[in-house]
Structures are given as C-alpha cells and as structure tokens.
C-alpha cells in the first residue's frame, strides 16, 4: 500500500524578507527543530522515506545496518516533531513523511553542503 499523499510544497508562507524579524521564541523553536534534524541517523532515515515513500521500521533498520530498536527510537523523535505519520499493518508498522517542508530542508541541506564542498576546493 502506497503512503498517503504528502503535499507537494510547504504550505503557503510570505517571503523570509517580507516577515518581521524572528522573535527570541519563533528563533528557539526553530533551534529546536534544527536539533531533532541534526542527527545522521534522522537524516539519512528521512532520505530513505523520500525515496521510497513508506516503509517498515524493520526495512529501515536493515537499510541503515542498525538494530530495530535503536531505528525505532529515532523514528519516533521524527513521529514527535510531526515530521512523520505511521500506520499499523498487522505487526508491522509503516512509516512516511507527512510534511513536505521537512524534505525541502533535507534537499536544501544537500545543496548547501555540496556547495560549500566546491567552493572550499
């Protein structure tokens, strides 16, 4: 079974320039969703949902070469921050990507990093 549909942009938003200046909350919630992100394994756990659309968290776990448990434990830091849905299928559960933006990130992330890599060079 196919995931559900993700949107295929971020909802709406004014431009970065046309908004007020960050206010000390909107800039500590941003760190902390900057912090759930920087982490190999999330990382590497979304680009995996991103090609593949949905997958079992054991699936995932053979991906990556890591035991299921400790799959499970970053998936759900995902799952909190509302960066990923899941469904149950008898004993297996199914995650996706339920925010588009959380994919935008991930592909400005590698652009900027590979930018940043051809630039030094």
Same mark, same amino acid.
């Given at each position: ?5 993700v ?5 709406p ?14 800039a500590?919630e941003? !760190?902390?969703?900057?912090? /759930? ?8 756990? *979304?680009?995996?949902?991103v090609?593949?659309?949905?997958m ?14 400790? /799959?499970?434990n970053?998936?759900?830091?995902? !799952? ?12 297996? *559960? ?7 933006? !959380? *994919? ?18």
């Open positions: 079974m196919k995931a559900e549909s949107p295929k942009t971020c909802l938003k004014p431009r970065l320039e046309d908004r007020p200046l960050l206010t000390g909350e909107q500590a941003m !760190v902390g969703l900057f912090k /759930v992100l920087a982490n190999d394994t999330r990382l590497r756990l *979304i680009h995996a949902l090609r593949a659309e949905e079992r968290m054991t699936e995932l776990a053979d991906l990556l070469g890591m035991k299921p448990q400790a /799959v499970s970053q998936l759900q830091k995902l !799952v909190d921050r509302g960066f990923l849905g899941h469904r149950r299928n008898g004993n297996n *559960i199914y995650y996706r990507i339920v925010d588009r933006c !959380v *994919i935008e990130i991930l592909d400005h992330g590698l652009c900027l990093s590979e930018d940043a890599k051809a630039r030094s060079r």
